[in-house]
């Protein structure tokens, strides 16, 4: 074994998780995930390392199951760990020595973890074909089950009468069934996908979304739906039923992003980036193809651009005009202040 | 002590709740809160004067907790109370005698359970400072947990293979937990927070959304958002992901109402208080800004209007025209009638 | 007995289900429904036939219940149903003869399931009166509830400490608490109602919903809402937030389809069947009324049509002209593609 924990390292993490009856990982939960650098804290290396010698870690990026005996002895590794000595459940390490795209569910849970756990920024880390990776889960009251054993465990428990309710079917579970950092709500636990980074300050209401790999940077009010690959920057507030276009959706390359202090009206959508202080009226849809007309602060009508030639710039106020129709873009001064009595007291 | 349960009183019930590991309150559930005034029913004064006298009520507002050997005593003092004497969960009574701002969390909860067990109307009582007191709770299949108190309790949950599920995290925990008033369907219960008003014949589908301080006067089928401090009244239709703007969010500080009979189409969306009789046509989005072109009945163009200006009238109709993309207001006449089918079974 | 077991039937199906303390059925679940038909599989009418004989089933629809006694033979009569003889819940068997409105709810739910379980398509049976049929039901962690007997449930819950949650109220359930038919990805669970037709292949994201007697053909990306008896065809892509009109809520009385590979934008609203190939631009509503301007290959203007009068038409897109607010169809070549990574890993 060479001394690879001394070396520079991504991530590692000790994991709890789910198998199927073949023994194949459902999901695996992280409770303390960690990421390295070229210089660690001198405390989160020595955990590393003490856990890399114990469990035999030899470089690169390896999945280490942990047996029941090497269980017994964790505590004198990482006293962080010391809870998991009693497990029932599988336990597993995950050594990240470089970030490379995932192979295999702990693997890519570590990294969903990294997001949720304010460690990593989207986009922040290689997460291609984690799709591929992920397999489909039966989330329940009962836990992860496989699809596959659905049926079974489905007609056991109502001729028991044990109710298995079953809350969702995908690859990506509930953020907060895995973490809920500091400083946030959630009104719908269904409505944050595990991955998504979800900055201190942040309040998702019941119309909010947020999917992995996107993120608010907080404060932020968030009634609408940050896609796959969106970022949005502190104060700015997302009306209830907003779009933000996503990479996987929307079929635009260039994630979209936020700035400061921005609003989205309700029920409105948004194709381009935006700079900081920027509004976009209740129900309007700005994509990139739209032409928009731009009026100065005098009120006269200057040239039509299409809006993406407008992306990233800052101070901008979209709306259509209500008498005939065109799309307009005006300059705006100060800046949305949110509703500090929903943001103050999380 | 003073005989003040004999003098008009506001409000009071009796609560069994939660605390985290620092003995402070979480929630509070009162089974059958009650409503005072200045003739409550004899019925209510003789339980209130009943707990009054037992718990050392010494007049004013007060927060009294219940001992163990008070429980005892409890069917005594009044036989709706019974199911409390072996309670194994913290037990609280609440005696408002006047309706001031809420001060502690069982306080909060009790104003909360008023409004949707339908003993006061939203805008019926001072809620000031509300989002202050609540605390901040993950609600799990466990109850609620201090969200500081999470992360150890997931992992053990975890470890031992028993699973913990957060459904949300916030200060308003999902209405139907607490109370289902009668006649009422809700598909989605995450989207009716504790403090709506959710009046009978009212169906809330999963795209609809009922704040705390708002509601419905039912029968209403409701598949928006009902945001904060907004009333629908009888016989309106809020359609598929329809938006109302609310005090909280939407910087404007007059309640949106909407009177009877009105529809707001799919994808409308709602920033002036309506009459009876009036419709928003899917899809567009009416705020208090938009210039409004009027339509007389003969087709001819009036004058142009701020939608503000047309608050609270009855029997308009709402418009985008489509050829030439103005806002239209025209009269209509008679009104919607919501799906008997919908309704009636309840 | 008459041997109708031998004569053509439309349906059949064991399940075990929930009674409310009065003995009236709140729901049923069928873990293995069979469609029949002129010429079902041997397999299928050997089991259907050995039921009937066991219970006496004497022709027509019937509904039967299964006594102690009659589940101790049931392996005997069919293997599917071998799991049932330990059953400690009501067990009940219906067998439809014909394809009529459903009396009682063992039929109604017999019927959703076939929808759900892909045997029948949407429309493809007699419906009539189901909201009548099924009772309201409280459906919460401890299973379903009469809501008449659900508030002292939820009072002797919390006094005891052991939580009693409240998931919804309403007479339709979710449908993968029932079944998850293969190759579906459910984000939320709760959008997805029992009596859904949800094709292979098929996501619903978190802001998807799909209403029973409706569905997707499959494969399809669903984040917009698919309203009662619409259907959606194979390779189109719904965007976040989209709807579409449905025959309970929207007034019209022809059910919504949409073709193949077709796109209604985020935010966008659909009143008129499509063809293949279509698109709706995002925050687009295009209601069956609206006045459209047609618009040639070349750029030029042509008439104006009601877009009803483009029903079901193919390689359509909808766009509203954002510098004059005019609706505008073009034709359009091609059709949109799904991106492969959301599809190809359910």
Redesign the interface.
């Known amino acids: 074994m060479s001394n690879k924990a001394m070396d520079p390292w991504f991530a590692f993490g000790l994991g ?1 998780g789910s198998k199927n009856a073949q023994g194949a990982w459902l999901e695996v ?1 992280f ?1 303390a995930p960690q990421i390295g650098g070229d210089l660690p804290s001198s405390h989160v290396a020595a955990e590393h390392d003490a856990l890399a010698k114990l469990l035999g870690y030899s470089g690169g990026n390896q999945v280490i199951e942990v047996t029941a005996e090497q269980l017994k002895t964790l505590p004198l590794a990482a006293k962080t760990y010391q ?2 000595v ?4 599988p336990v597993v390490a995950v050594f990240l020595a470089s970030d490379v795209a995932p192979e295999s569910v702990p693997e890519a849970y570590l990294k969903l973890h990294l997001l949720s756990h304010r460690l990593v920024q989207p986009h922040g880390q290689n997460l291609t074909g984690i ?2 990776v ?1 397999p ?1 889960v ?1 989330w329940t ?3 992860a089950i496989d ?1 596959a054993e ?2 079974a465990a ?3 428990a ?4 044990a ?10 579970p ?1 953020m ?5 950092p ?1 400083g ?8 944050v ?1 595990l991955g998504a980074y979800v900055g201190s300050g942040t309040t998702v209401m ?2 909010g ?1 947020i999917n992995f790999n996107a993120g608010t940077e907080g404060p932020n ?1 968030i ?1 609408g ?1 940050v ?1 796959s690959s969106v970022w949005v920057g502190a104060g700015s ?1 997302l ?5 933000t ?1 996503g990479i ?4 635009n390359s260039t994630p979209i992003s936020i700035g400061k202090n921005c609003l989205l ?5 948004l ?1 381009i980036p935006l700079g900081d202080d920027c509004t976009v ?5 700005l ?1 990139a193809a ?4 731009l009026v100065a602060r005098d009120g006269s009508d200057g040239r ?1 651009v299409k809006a993406r030639e407008l992306a990233g710039r800052s101070g901008l106020l979209f709306r ?8 307009e873009c005006l300059p705006i001064k100060g800046s949305i202040e949110l ?1 500090a ?2 943001h ?3």
Do not use: W
């Open positions: 709890v939960f409770p809870p998991f009693d497990s029932s459940r799709f591929k992920l489909n039966a009251n009962l836990g699809p659905l049926p489905q007609l056991k109502r001729l028991s009468g109710p298995l309710t079953v809350r969702m079917v995908d690859k990506f509930q907060i069934d895995y973490v809920v500091s946030i709500r959630i009104a719908d636990g269904a409505r996908r019941q119309e979304f009010m009634e739906r896609s507030d009306g209830g039923g907003c779009s276009m996987l959706s929307g079929g009206g309700a029920n409105s959508g194709g009226e209740s129900g309007l849809y994509t739209s032409k928009v007309r039509t259509r005009n209500s008498l005939n129709g065109a799309l509703n009595d929903l103050d007291h999380n």
